[in-house]
């Protein structure tokens, strides 16, 4: 475990920061988390530090994540090399083949793998287009894969329709929030089955799990509040999913959804 070191820091930072923010993390079905061997995490994708709150609400696991995350972020100065010990694996939509030989190399190893299967936060907060990624490396890996919701983390730093300056919504610092994460029953992909039938049932899951957390009480906006972080069809004002179609850059190899609102 001592070479977790970097990786335990970052779990600090990070427990920091929510506890500065009062923001409290509620982990459901964290025990379809394995505690050991080969998984892999297929989450939905709401806000930028999504991945806090994934490895805080399965820290009853034991394990350390090993996301899939933006290329671009090891081009921050001073991230690379923490980003390289922690293990995560960077994405270049361009090229993704490298992160996919890495993510099936890890888990080999028996680690605990999270893609974001959506390839980017959905600005209609509904479950967007998937990437067959997910269904591939469990198909060729044979590890279980574990659908993740997760709802809160929208109000704290997301996308949102840019205003009259180009400008998307900046971070909120309230206090108090609540972030919920929502651990599904592991599934898994036959030898044989089709990657993109299994992609769209996928997409069925995370659609009903996310929803669930959505209509959660704490969550439901109040009567007449105007709610951009909150999906249309449940009464937000979120824009819709064909609104947000230009919004969205989705690749063109992803599955579209045959789940969700029409």
């Given at each position: 475990?001592?070479r977790?070191r970097?990786?335990?820091?970052?779990?600090?930072?990070?427990?920091?920061?929510?506890r500065?923010l009062?923001?409290?993390?509620?982990?459901?079905?964290?025990?379809?988390?394995?505690?050991?061997?080969?998984?892999?995490?297929a989450?939905t994708?709401?806000?930028?530090?999504?991945?806090?709150?994934i490895?805080s609400?399965?820290?009853s696991?034991?394990?350390?994540?090993?996301?899939?995350?933006r290329?671009?972020?090891?081009?921050?100065?001073?991230?690379?090399?923490?980003?390289?010990?922690m293990?995560?694996i960077?994405?270049?939509?361009?090229a993704?083949?490298?992160?996919?030989?890495?993510?099936?190399?890890?888990?080999?190893?028996?680690?605990?793998?999270?893609?974001?299967p959506e390839?980017?936060?959905?600005?209609?907060?509904?479950?967007?287009?998937?990437?067959?990624?997910?269904?591939?490396?469990?198909?060729?890996?044979?590890?279980?894969?574990?659908p993740v919701?997760?709802w809160g983390?929208?109000r704290?730093?997301?996308?949102?329709?840019?205003?009259?300056?180009?400008k998307?919504?900046?971070?909120?610092?309230?206090?108090?929030?609540?972030?919920?994460?929502?651990?599904?029953?592991?599934?898994?992909?036959?030898p044989?089955?089709?990657?993109?039938?299994?992609?769209?049932?996928l997409?069925a899951?995370?659609?009903?799990?996310?929803?669930?957390?959505?209509?959660?009480?704490?969550?439901?906006?109040?009567?007449?509040?105007?709610?951009?972080?909150?999906?249309?069809?449940?009464g937000?004002?979120?824009?819709?999913?064909?609104?947000?179609?230009?919004?969205?850059v989705?690749?063109?190899s992803?599955?579209?959804?045959?789940?969700?609102?029409?």
């Amino acid at each position: 475990m001592s070479r977790e070191r970097t990786y335990r820091f970052a779990v600090a930072l990070g427990h920091g920061a929510m506890r500065a923010l009062d923001l409290t993390v509620e982990g459901i079905g964290a025990e379809h988390v394995p505690t050991r061997g080969p998984v892999l995490l297929a989450a939905t994708h709401v806000s930028y530090p999504d991945f806090v709150f994934i490895q805080s609400a399965a820290r009853s696991s034991g394990r350390f994540v090993r996301f899939m995350t933006r290329h671009d972020v090891w081009h921050v100065p001073g991230l690379a090399r923490p980003m390289d010990a922690m293990r995560h694996i960077p994405v270049d939509r361009q090229a993704p083949a490298a992160a996919y030989v890495k993510a099936r190399r890890l888990l080999r190893e028996g680690e605990a793998v999270c893609a974001f299967p959506e390839a980017g936060i959905s600005y209609s907060y509904t479950v967007r287009s998937l990437m067959r990624g997910v269904a591939s490396l469990a198909r060729e890996t044979g590890a279980p894969v574990v659908p993740v919701a997760l709802w809160g983390p929208q109000r704290v730093y997301s996308v949102g329709v840019p205003d009259e300056r180009g400008k998307e919504p900046r971070p909120s610092l309230r206090r108090g929030r609540r972030v919920d994460v929502s651990f599904g029953r592991p599934v898994t992909v036959g030898p044989d089955e089709d990657l993109t039938e299994w992609t769209c049932h996928l997409g069925a899951l995370l659609t009903d799990q996310l929803e669930e957390l959505q209509r959660l009480p704490h969550h439901v906006p109040r009567p007449g509040e105007r709610a951009p972080w909150y999906p249309a069809h449940l009464g937000g004002h979120a824009p819709t999913r064909a609104e947000a179609a230009h919004l969205d850059v989705v690749p063109r190899s992803a599955v579209s959804p045959t789940w969700g609102p029409g």
